[in-house]
């Protein structure tokens, strides 16, 4: 699978490690190399941190899936008790 990026999100991340190597390495990255380091980091370590995330989602979603018969559930049966509740208080 290969992770897109929008045209902004891509503009802000060349932005970002251009000034990465500027601030932390000493050098300067052009343009074209942080576009190239991008696509490089996308394509290798991207599905590293998708798959992690997917996992993350699967584990959040079977977790409220195994709670929802306590969020959504009635007991049966209750008329007669809740008719018998409504003579008391008259």
Known sequence: MTIELSREA???AIASIERFFL????EKIG????GTLLSFFL????PVVYNQAVTA???RLQLRVSELDI?????EFQY???HEQQRKRK
């Open 10 to 12: 891509r503009a802000q």
């Open 23 to 26: 601030e932390n390495m000493d």
């Open 31 to 34: 343009n074209i190399a942080a």
């Open 43 to 46: 394509e290798e370590i991207g």
């Open 57 to 59: 989602v699967q584990e």
């Open 71 to 75: 969020e959504v559930h009635e007991d």
């Open 80 to 82: 007669w008790r809740k």
